[in-house]
């Protein structure tokens, strides 16, 4: 009992104490990360003099801290799958994929390239042996996003620099992890891969098994989803349910990746999740996961930057000499990597260019954190190592960690202001002043209104709305250039597609088949990437591609000619209905937003082109509609009620919940209500049969 209460306090304590070191962090701009390695270090520091003025306190609060009973082990995989599904959950999955070169680059070879380096120079200053030194180098190698990307979005940083950072972080704790495993191997004499030939072989299999096990955890998650009857708790406990099982059976059973199949899993329920979930519960998924793992990095990193006092121990001016040799090392490593190998993959068309500026900022924010030293706790605890190595790892670990923390992580807002990567490109600024321009008059309205409606003195709202023009006036700076016609039209187009994107999910829940909405979804995607490399042509190209009938349709066509089987073509000609009717609802609404939102910010004119391009897409939507009605008349007409009775539905279940919230109602009252919705919703969701609506006209045909 006293355990449990012991246990109990310190996690309360731990919480207590993130807390307010993430109130701390963003009132003084530094970064989160260092902030809990100097908590971290002061309290591992103080125990000695709390244990001799207060040795019951020191025994109940510090005892479990310094000496918690488990192996170093156990925090990688308490903490890390979490982080680690939660990054790749929340993470734009169709983005990344164009930096998907650089990022397994930066991932994967970067890592190999940084153990290299590192223990090559250290093997050279240092008495130890290669191998000892090589396996410092794949500690030290993996970084810590969780230190650098806060700093990014707060000064600003580009997306892409964003994405990078994040993509890298995603396999690069896996690769350290399993590259540090066989170097460990080689040193004790243990396991599988204790020669080097069987070490990589294994190497190899592990992360490729990881990957496979993980996407095919992946899509059966997703696939089932949908069966969580939109009840946002029970999906969010499914995602729940996945990493630790998923990470323990890989790395305890299968002897493959837990790391990687952990990622894998949670990059395949990305790409499919938001096409089975609802907008909303989409939303509170992502929610809780990014609580999850604010705490989860937050503490592991507390718990152990509170034992770096011990890892440090027996600490020598000889030992800064041999850190300063890593640190330089690590930078030449990175440096390398960046400069000289990510411009092959632009020569080779496998990448876009990435720009100096973006390589010398992801050099220096190569910060390292929390997994760094948990594989620095796991050699310092590892008895079938001679000491002087435990000695040397730790310390040298440990020192890397908090020079990066203490030296990077302090300077890197300074270094990107420097580079100037806080700043706008031209065309992102003359964006800004036109979005300002709108919000101000928005703005200024609502201002009039508020100060009507309190009957405040007519001089007060003007002086109000002259400092809110006059202080966008001095955040936004001064208009540098206007942006060519070109240049409104792509981001017109991009634009267009990305809230087509965010669209389509409206039309989940089950009123339009999740294959559809799979096929929509990448569909913008590509209309993304051809607008940025084509333009106009492009992205019409890539939105008519899904117009075409799909092989499947084409088959049901035949058997149902041939064989007189009616089921696959009416699944078919239902699925081809479906996606036509839901292209239509979303193009409709997209003449909305441009007329709304891009005709204001881009200009009459390029709004009209944009709406000419809309206009030429409904148009074949239209064509390709009217070739169904016209050829499956009566049963089009039984679609077209089923979906209507579906939305019918769906919105008188979406009001009564609304009048419920609003206190309207009770929920016993909505309770029986519910239930009839539930029923019909049911029986709704059954398509209609081919025969009896088949209704073939001779005037028509559909498009084969």
Known sequence: MQNLVALLVLAGSLLGIVALIQVASARIGMPEATLLSLVGITLGA???????????????????????????EAYLWLFLPPLLFQVALTVDVRNMLQDAAPILLLAVVAVFVATGVIGVALAAAAPQGLVVCLLLGAIVATTDPSAVVGIFRDVGAPSRLIRLVEGESLLNDAAAIALAGVLLALLTHEGPAAHWSKGFGTLGISFGGGVLVGALVGRLVAFLLPAMNNIASAETALTMAVPYPLYLLCSEVLDVSGVVAVVSAALAINGLMRTRLSPRNWQ????????????AGAIVFLLAAVRVPHLLSGVSWLDAGYLLVTVIAAFLARLAVLFLMLPVLSRLKLSEPIS?????????????????????????????????????????????????????????????????LDRLSPQEKAVQQQAI????????????????????????????????????????????????????????LITLATRERDLIPDY??????????????????????????????????????????HASYRIAVLLQRWLNLDRPLAAAVADRFELLVCRRAVLERLRSYNRKRLQPLLGERMAGVLEGVLEAR????EEALAAL???YGDFTLALERRLL????????????????????????????????????????????????????????????
């Open 46 to 72: 103080s125990s000695v003099t709390i244990d001799a003025a207060l040795p019951d306190f020191a025994r109940f609060f510090f005892t479990p801290l310094l000496d918690p009973r488990v192996p170093a």
């Open 284 to 295: 509170h998924v992502q929610l809780v996961w990014e609580q999850i793992a604010v705490l």
């Open 356 to 420: 100096s500026a973006y390589k010398l900022a992801m050099a220096w924010g190569g910060l390292r954190g929390a997994v760094t030293l948990v594989l620095a706790m796991g050699v310092a605890e590892n008895t079938a190592l001679p000491e002087d190595t435990r000695h040397f790892v730790s310390i040298m670990a440990t020192g890397f960690v908090l020079f990066s923390l203490l030296v990077n992580g302090s300077s890197l807002r300074w270094v990107i202001r420097r580079l100037r």
């Open 437 to 492: 321009a709108l919000s101000t008059e928005e703005v200024e309205a609502t201002v009039q209104r508020i100060a009507n409606t309190f009957h405040f003195e007519r001089r007060s709202a003007e002086d109000v709305k002259r400092s809110y023009r006059d202080e966008l006036a001095v955040a936004a700076g001064a208009l540098g250039t206007e942006l060519t016609e070109r240049e409104r039209l792509d981001i017109g």
């Open 508 to 549: 989940g829940d089950g009123v339009v088949s999740v294959r559809n909405l799979d096929l929509m979804m990448r569909n913008t995607g590509q209309m993304i990437d051809a607008a940025r490399t084509e333009g106009r042509l492009g992205y019409k190209q890539a939105a008519n591609r899904v117009l075409n009938p």
């Open 618 to 621: 409904i148009a074949l939507v």
């Open 629 to 631: 009605r016209t050829k």
């Open 645 to 704: 009775l579906l939305f019918a539905i769906r919105q008188g279940r979406q009001a009564m919940e609304a009048m419920v919230a609003e206190r309207v109602i009770s929920k016993e009252v909505y309770s029986g209500v519910r239930q009839a919705f539930d029923r019909a919703w049911r029986q709704g969701l059954e398509r209609p049969p081919l025969r009896g609506g088949r209704g073939q006209s001779s005037g028509g045909s559909v498009v084969e």
